[in-house]
């Protein structure tokens, strides 16, 4: 009885996709899209496009700082710590100060640069 129902059911499955299978046939080509566009790019009259490309700069500036240059704001900013940044031993009336990205060793009477250093 198992047998019967299988193959009854097997043979409507087969008969139904063989009926939708025959509705179109497989060598058909599809219909052409209707927003694709053809271009001739022989023709002269085609405009040509060109892509722009923007490089940014990135301004760095170096060496703004030189020794002997007086530098009157050097109280404004804070005393670093010079064996913490392995910097070298300031002088008798030096101190180093950080200044954005360098360290400068400053006179404390004349605010005169002695050393200059570039913190990484």
């Known amino acids: 009885m198992k047998r019967l129902v299988l193959s009854a059911l097997a043979i409507s499955m087969l008969t139904a996709s063989a009926i939708s299978g025959q509705a179109a046939p497989i060598s058909q080509p599809a219909a052409p899209q209707a927003n694709t566009v053809h271009v001739d790019w022989r023709k002269p009259d085609h405009r040509r496009v060109e892509k722009r490309v923007i490089i940014k700069k990135k301004v760095v500036k170096r ?12 109280r404004r900013h804070q ?3 010079w064996q913490r940044h392995h910097l070298r031993r300031p002088g008798h009336g030096q101190q180093w100060v950080r200044v954005g990205n360098d360290y400068l060793l400053v006179s404390v009477l004349s605010g005169v640069i002695a050393g200059i250093v570039a913190a990484n």
């Open 63 to 74: 060496n703004q700082w030189k020794r002997g240059q007086r530098y009157s704001d050097w």
């Open 79 to 81: 005393r670093v710590d």
